[in-house]
């Protein structure tokens, strides 16, 4: 097998392109069609799980089997979780929360939408 020889250097990577670019083409699926649009401005936080191999597993299995990534799935699940409260005690319970010394991560006079 031969070696491949590069002849640009990093400097013509990373540069600006000049001319026209041409647009990419739109390919459709499934998947886009059945995805929320998320609001633009909407800022994720990153965060890290601690799961048993069996509980990771079957989420994998599960995000495989509906087509969506492991984030969207569990965005859902929390979702609902969070639905099954009132606006009220929401309010009750993230106050109750940062008086606790707990940190959020959303200041508290713009809470998340939904």
Known sequence: MAKKQFTSNLN??????T????????????KSSTQ???????????TTL????RTYDTIRAIAHWERV?????LQEAL????????????VRIRRE???KGGKTAYPAQHPPQG
């Open 12 to 17: 013509d990577i990373f540069a600006p392109t």
């Open 19 to 30: 001319g026209e670019s041409k647009p990419m083409a739109k390919t459709s699926s499934a």
């Open 36 to 46: 929320k649009e998320e609001e633009p401005h909407e800022v994720l936080q990153r």
């Open 50 to 53: 601690l799961l048993s191999p």
């Open 69 to 73: 990534q492991i984030k969207e799935l």
């Open 79 to 90: 979702q609902a979780i969070i639905s099954g409260y009132s606006e009220e005690e929401l």
């Open 97 to 99: 929360f940062s008086i």
